[in-house]
């Protein structure tokens, strides 16, 4: 497949995100659950790409690629999609709160964005192992997407979806840094 159609379902995947996240800061249940597919449309042309162009004899570097890839792949699964309701799950008062607050433990503790970082690394990845011109600008794109993506939640809208979130940007870097915030706080 053209890498300009590849561009095409990842743009249209972040579209959707925003929406999603305006739907979500709106509380507007039944558009953000439609804009869930997002998600899955972002990762489309990564599993394209490995469909066409993962050689059918491994060597080593396709192997390094590989398990690399399952081990961010498995980090960007678990900091958007798993950690924060796995945290709910465990304190189910905090899911019910009029108000709700930020998750600010596990990998939320040294980045307020833990997913951009795996997926960037994930880009990389990509751009190193397929490596060719349009391909680094393909992934370049998609990064550069995220990173929209993330300032615009990071600015507008966990500010007024999470009540303590001017303070939690207080103690915890955009993207990472060493634990600064040396008060424990409640597992």
Known sequence: MELS?????????????????????RQKPVLRNITTLGFP???????IILLEEIPLSWNIQTLLFA???????SLLVYSVLIEIPLHLHRHPQKATAAAPVTYAQGTYAFSRHPGFIWYTLINVLFAIYFFSIPMVLL?????????????????????????????????????????????????
């Open 5 to 25: 159609n590849l561009f095409l379902y990842g743009m249209t995947g972040y579209l959707l995100l925003f929406i999603y996240d305006l739907a979500q800061y």
């Open 41 to 47: 449309l972002t990762g489309v042309p990564y599993l």
């Open 67 to 73: 398990v690399s890839l399952v081990v961010l792949l």
């Open 139 to 187: 992934m370049l794109s998609f990064t550069g997407c995220n990173l929209i993506l993330v300032i615009i939640e990071d600015r507008f809208i966990f500010p007024g979806t999470f009540s303590d979130y001017h303070e939690y940007k207080k103690t915890t870097a955009f993207l990472i840094q060493g634990r600064r915030n040396t008060t424990s706080q409640e597992p």
